[in-house]
């Protein structure tokens, strides 16, 4: 008998139907993987019916083996799962898991940050900050599942979506600028303050100017939306690793100094150390077991929950290594309720479930924070570009040519629209993140399974807010322990691109000058504040606010100086890495000393051996 054979094509897809059973292949898990051909029903029959459905061959004791001192016998490679493969089902759940905490730590943090106390945040209420954290989560888990499963945008030649395991969450980047934003609005007075009896000053809450910064950063994400669509060359002339490695390490390095106030205690009033009044401590005396600003009980808390992420990095498992900012949180937590730091009461208060839109922001346009908005947007990009690179790699995929160039329009497309969505949504601009892809290296596990099971859990996170609530307990010494270490790897990103430079002399001027202004500017953000002279007219004091915006954002200067630079000094002559003219360094340095090593190394044993005669 003849068998019956009907083929369903999709812009994606190819859905074969034979005698009754359905065949679903991806044309992108055709190309990538080599399963075998079982009917769709079949391969959920073996998946959850069977023992190697469930457990596969997966080597699990690779995955949780810690590093045993003096211990040489080596643990083999666990074996690989493409981004098309079909998975087990309990490797899909601990590399799901795995990818949620390594990732949760860093989505909750500027959203906790920026809510808080201190001159240059929110000073939110504490309802209004758990509802911000639960909706981070939300949208986190939402512009993840869009990152991931990737469709053609129809009847053209565009996709949305990356279609790897990417998980998206609220970008780093958006902490300088709109940490800028609110301490330039409370300095002008559209955001309210008091002083205090004993002379400080109280920072009044401020909402609307979060609805500013959502407002603002949504008009220009239409940036990014509009250069997803540029030819791939044109994305390359417009980032190049001089300027954007620059910039991540300015934005890492202005990161720092919130972690490091946080350490002490918080960046609120008490920073100041008041001898009187509700700051004497840290938060407030109101708080539970509350310590003074920098005393040794903060600096303790703090250094036990960094000390804790270093440790494991030295003994841990791979599973505990990629999760090791939650494992050093847990520990800060542990230590503040022993020793009855931990405030539980706005977990018992806060409600079970909530979702987006419980709580709405007047939405607004700033002028001053157009263009440090911009800036964030176009650093936003040059993230998903490299997350983007990274991720093809670990997965087994080329990082260049048309699918890889597809890929790139797709994602930069998809960040875009994520970053409004996010804004409809209450929560900062939302973009791709590049925790999980250690996480791929060292699990070798690329599956999208894995992924969409990471964005469920993120989801489930963000509705039961209690979660969000347990966040915002944990008091701010151990928050400042965790983002220490998270912060800094920022800037090492920037490091390790500007590693790939040649370090000529045209590279070191440029560099040189950026990080000298955008550091000098994060060290010491006040120093343009009193230039521009102060008038009545709303216009013209409009537009003194938004230079003083710009010169006072680390990494806008230090990004202004790098484009600036690149385009007016003249390129150097091309250099012979191995002749006597010129100097080299950087990676042609590496690769001119080693092969100088093996010259030297071959002549001695040219030297050592007899000439024949």
């Known amino acids: 008998m003849a068998q019956e054979i009907t083929t369903v094509k999709t812009p994606s897809s190819d859905i074969e139907i034979e005698n009754g059973d359905a065949f679903f292949y991806s044309k992108e898990e055709s190309m990538s993987t080599e399963l075998p051909r079982l009917p769709l029903r079949k391969r959920l029959q073996h998946t959850f019916m069977t023992r190697d459905g469930w457990f596969g061959n997966y080597d699990y004791v690779a995955l949780c083996m810690p590093r045993i001192p003096f211990y040489k016998k080596k643990v083999g490679n666990p074996i690989f799962y493409g981004p098309f493969d079909d998975i087990p089902v309990l490797v899909a759940l601990l590399m799901g898991a795995q990818h949620f905490l390594a990732v949760i730590g860093g989505i909750i943090t500027p959203t906790i940050i920026l809510s808080g106390a201190g001159p240059n945040n929110l000073n939110l209420d504490e309802a209004t900050r758990q509802y911000m954290v639960s909706a981070s989560l939300i949208v986190s888990g939402i512009s993840s599942i869009f990152q991931i499963v990737r469709f053609k945008i129809p009847k053209t030649n565009y996709y949305f979506g990356i279609g790897l395991l990417q998980i998206a969450g609220v970008a780093f980047a958006n902490m ?28 009044l809450p401020c909402p609307d100017a979060y609805g500013a910064i959502l407002g603002t950063q ?6 990014n939306i509009a250069i997803s669509f540029l030819p791939h060359r044109v994305l390359r002339k417009l980032f190049p690793k001089i300027v954007t490695g620059t910039v991540l390490v300015v934005i890492g390095a202005s990161l720092i100094s919130n972690a490091m106030k946080n350490w002490a205690g918080g960046s609120g009033s008490c920073m100041d150390r008041p001898t009187v009044g509700d700051f004497v401590l840290c938060p407030d005396i109101h708080a539970p077991n509350p310590h003074a600003w920098g005393s040794p009980m903060n600096f303790g808390i703090g250094a036990a929950v960094f000390g804790s992420i270093i440790l494991i990095e030295i003994l841990g498992s791979v ?12 520990v800060g937590v542990i230590i503040t309720v022993s020793l009855g730091m931990f405030d539980s ?10 979702f987006i839109w419980v709580k709405t922001f007047k939405y607004s346009i700033y002028p001053p924070a157009i263009l440090p908005f911009l800036f964030t947007c176009l650093d936003m990009m040059i993230e998903c570009l490299g997350d983007l690179t990274a991720a093809s790699d670990v997965s087994g995929l080329p990082v260049e040519g048309k699918t890889f160039e597809e890929r790139s329009q797709g994602g930069l497309l998809c960040d875009g629209v994520s970053i409004i969505f996010a804004g409809l949504c209450s929560t900062m601009g939302v973009i791709t993140y590049s925790n999980n892809n250690g996480v791929i290296a060292v699990t070798r596990c690329a599956s999208r399974t894995a992924g969409l099971i990471c964005a469920g859990l993120l989801i489930l996170c ?6 969000s609530a347990a966040f915002l307990a944990i008091p701010n010494p151990v928050i400042g322990g965790m983002t220490l270490f998270i912060f800094a790897s920022v800037g090492t990103s920037g490091i390790r691109i500007l590693g790939y430079l040649d370090w000529d002399r045209r590279d070191r001027v440029i560099v040189a000058s950026a990080l000298a202004v955008g550091l000098g500017v994060s060290l010491v953000p006040d120093w343009f504040s009193h230039v521009l002279p102060v008038t009545t007219n709303e216009a013209t004091q409009g537009f003194y606010d938004s230079i003083n915006t710009i010169v006072e954002t680390g990494y806008i200067m230090a990004g202004l100086f790098a484009i600036i630079l690149n385009w007016i000094l003249p390129t150097n002559l091309p250099e012979n890495i191995l002749g006597d003219s010129g100097s080299i360094s950087g990676h042609s340095r590496l690769y001119s000393d080693q092969a100088d090593k093996k010259s030297v190394i071959c002549q001695i044993e040219d030297a050592s051996e007899p000439k024949q005669v």
């Open 345 to 354: 009461s706005g977990i018992a208060t806060a409600p079970a479930i909530t």
């Open 218 to 223: 949504m008009v220009c994400a239409l940036l």
């Open 462 to 467: 963000g509705i039961f807010s209690k979660i």
């Open 319 to 330: 599973f505990l290594k990629n999760i090791s900012v939650i494992i050093g949180l847990v």
């Open 176 to 203: 300088p600028a709109a940490q800028a934003v609110v301490g330039n609005m409370y300095k002008n007075g559209h955001c309210p303050t008091e002083l205090l009896p004993d002379g400080t000053t109280s920072y």
